[in-house]
């Protein structure tokens, strides 16, 4: 198999008609897109539904709903349905109650007369409808404004952190000759390699220690010094010209005036690398919060969603919308940043 | 005519915009600098020049040393110590007794013959799902990178499609695929639409198994292909052509080509894939929760639950099934870099 199908996918392009193989790949492609983004898709319409529809089996695509309509008389909204009637015709009558099979329909232009109809003869009258209600609800009644306030709090902080210290540290490392430089750098290396999870249990100490348990200072401190970005920027600061650094020394800059006026500036490309990774990481970060954060009032977007997930039976209709709200700021930036993000990734090889 | 005139009026504004946001953050900014500032040419005129490089690695050294150093060195403490106590000074010394408990087994490969049955199990469950997590990762993003090499129409966008869903939060992934793959959820209805017979696949001990496996490969994949694209584009063109003057075929030049070019590309998605790969925690832990029974249930999960969500915590054994986690990831890495040799350089300037 693979000796046929190979050649097509490595023969060279170039040729005016379309190949097999672009049929296989646009195949793969096509796969691929609707694989990749259906989840996404599919839990972007289906946060729209209102309860009932997202108990329907089998689901329609679109959020649509039962039509309702307020009568005078009766104190809630009745369910608007399609009725086919004894003489034939077709009309749209609103459900006053049902018996078994029977159910009783009032006109909606003139309420006071009820018809009895066979349920088989009737069908609900659906509308595209879109339950805002979803993502107001839970935002005011549940603590999800909280959680979000939270992670926005902790996400930009600890980017902001995060950038300073790093870029400061990358900045010694790659610009001054100084004793123990080379010790430094090769410790942040090595523990490039050590998982996060063996640091775990002492790293709970050390908060617990430090008073940090269920507050967001404990999210945000202790991963800010992170070896991957002092590497990615001192490769970065690397390649400027050191020239630059002895011209302003000679004019009279400071040391620190070099840093932030002529480095920092200079670095801006990996910098936005590095903090979208921060930022998307820390939005996303989940299993050091869980530990740390111990109350509602303080919880995250992730840990907010998971314990939402199982304190009360599932509500789907609120945990779709509020999954849709924390993806959507990863998502507008993926949108606007797509292309400097994918090649900043390619070409340092860091995953956030 | 209206439409030529007002797009670049649009654009005036919204850079006007941007400029008016952009203007108190600078300004904050420099402020902020310059107030440290004062205090770093303070330190300079003291120190000197060349000692001011330690002024600036300080902060991340101590963050460094507070969060990283230390926990490393304070794991060995509390795997050798024990008690359900947090503070390093409530605990008392306990020897190897929580790696005895760990490894006390009849038989090593029968995880309910061993006293700490849940660890086994884990370990067992990540052996399996490390298999098909680095397999199926490997072999998709290697397609895929090779896909979007060749010049297709649209392949940025291609690229961002692979790509964006690892930038969504590992839960979100998870409750999104929980609600696909619920008893009465979309593929269900697929699977009954096509006059199958709906399956509820996160109560099955197999399905679990496939989907978490699945899924990972899902959030991850766009990552690791970009890594191979970049090894894929580094290649030269010229290398083709000659092979192919040589008369090589498309599957050779693939074979003696590509193949041992992209060596060292392919070598850091395993290896990067496979220390991702053995944590696996988050995407498990919300949709199945371990379950159903323990299929699911991997070794970071075992850590957690030990240490932090049993009543009581024991943070011994959690530290030393760390200890052990730690050991086997550094062991199986170094196997890997010596197997792979790559030592080695492939040099093709």
């Known amino acids: 198999m693979p000796d046929r199908i190979i050649p097509f996918l490595f023969r060279t392009r170039g040729h005016k008609q379309l190949h097999l193989t672009d049929f296989l790949m646009y195949f793969y492609l096509t796969l691929g897109t609707i694989l990749m983004f259906g989840p996404v898709v599919w839990g972007f319409v289906s946060s729209f539904k209102t309860q009932a529809e997202l108990e329907k089996y089998p689901p329609s695509f679109l959020p649509y709903a039962n039509k309702t309509i307020e009568i005078a008389g009766y104190d809630r909204p009745l369910s608007m349905y399609t009725v086919k009637l004894d003489d034939g015709s077709v009309a749209e009558l609103a459900q006053v109650r049902r018996v078994g099979i029977e159910a009783q329909f009032a006109d909606p232009t003139n309420p006071d007369e009820l018809i009895k109809v066979h349920v088989d003869q009737t069908e609900p009258l659906r509308s595209l409808t879109l339950q805002w209600e979803n993502y107001i609800l839970p935002l005011q009644r549940f603590e999800f404004f909280t959680f979000f306030k939270n992670s926005i709090i902790v996400t930009i902080l600890a980017t902001l952190i995060t950038l300073f210290v790093n870029s400061l540290a990358a900045f010694a490392l790659s610009k001054y000759e100084f004793k123990g430089r080379d010790l430094i750098f090769l410790l942040t290396i090595c523990t490039l390699m050590i998982p996060t999870t063996v640091t775990l249990v002492p790293n709970f100490l050390i908060i617990t220690k430090l008073g940090w348990v269920n507050s967001l200072v404990g999210v945000i401190i202790p991963a800010v010094a992170s070896p991957t970005s002092v590497f990615l920027l001192r490769q970065y600061m690397l390649t400027l010209p050191n020239e630059l650094l002895e011209a302003a020394r000679l004019d009279g800059a400071s040391e620190w005036r070099i840093y932030w006026q002529i480095v920092i500036p200079l670095s801006a490309p990996a910098i936005a690398v590095l903090a979208i990774f921060s930022v998307n990481w820390r939005w996303n970060d989940f299993l050091w919060p869980l530990i740390v954060l111990t109350h509602t009032e303080k919880f995250t977007i992730p840990i907010g969603l998971h314990l939402f997930q199982g304190d009360y039976q599932i509500e789907w209709q609120y945990l779709l919308a509020m999954s849709v709200l924390a993806l959507l700021p990863i998502t507008l930036i993926f949108a606007f940043l797509q292309k400097y993000i994918t090649t900043g990734i390619a070409s340092t090889g860091v995953k956030m | ?349």
């Open chain 2, 1 to 349: 005519m209206s439409e030529i005139s007002v797009q670049p009026q649009i654009r005036r504004q919204t850079q006007k915009t941007v400029r008016l946001l952009t203007i108190p953050l600078t300004g904050l900014y420099a402020l902020l600098m310059n107030a440290i500032g004062l205090m770093m040419d303070f330190i300079q005129k003291r120190i000197g020049i060349r000692k001011m490089a330690y002024i600036f690695v300080l902060p991340n050294m101590l963050l460094f040393a507070t969060f990283s150093i230390l926990p490393i060195l304070g794991n060995f403490y509390y795997a050798f110590t024990g008690g359900t106590k947090v503070l390093p000074e409530n605990r008392y010394f306990a020897g190897a007794a929580n790696f005895e408990f760990i490894m006390q087994c009849n038989n090593y490969l029968d995880p309910s013959s061993c006293r700490a049955d849940l660890f086994w199990r884990g370990l067992y469950n990540t052996v399996s799902y490390v298999i098909f997590s680095v397999g199926g990762i490997l072999l998709f993003a290697l397609i895929t990178a090779i896909v979007l090499n060749q010049p297709i129409k649209g392949r940025g966008f291609f690229r961002g499609v692979f790509f964006y869903p690892t930038l969504l939060s590992s839960v979100v992934v998870a409750l999104l695929w929980k609600w696909i793959l619920q008893r009465e959820g979309l593929l269900n209805a697929g699977l009954t639409g096509l006059g199958l017979e709906p399956v509820n696949f996160l109560l099955s001990a197999e399905w679990s198994k496939f989907w978490v496996v699945f899924i990972g490969v899902w959030s991850n994949v766009g990552f690791y292909t970009l890594i191979i694209l970049a090894g894929l584009q580094a290649i030269p063109a010229t290398f083709y052509e000659a092979a192919k003057i040589d008369g090589a075929s498309s599957w050779a030049s693939f074979r003696y080509l590509t193949l041992p070019l992209l060596k060292p590309s392919l070598i850091v998605v395993f290896v990067l894939s496979f220390i991702r790969c053995v944590q696996v925690f988050d995407h498990v832990f919300v949709m199945t929760g371990g379950g159903p029974g323990t299929a699911t249930q991997y070794i970071v999960q075992y850590i957690y639950n030990t240490g932090f969500s049993s009543d009581p915590p024991n943070l011994g054994v959690a530290a030393a099934a760390s200890l052990i986690l730690g050991l086997i990831i550094l062991v199986l890495t170094l196997i890997q870099l010596r197997v792979t040799g790559s030592g080695e350089e492939t040099d093709y300037a």
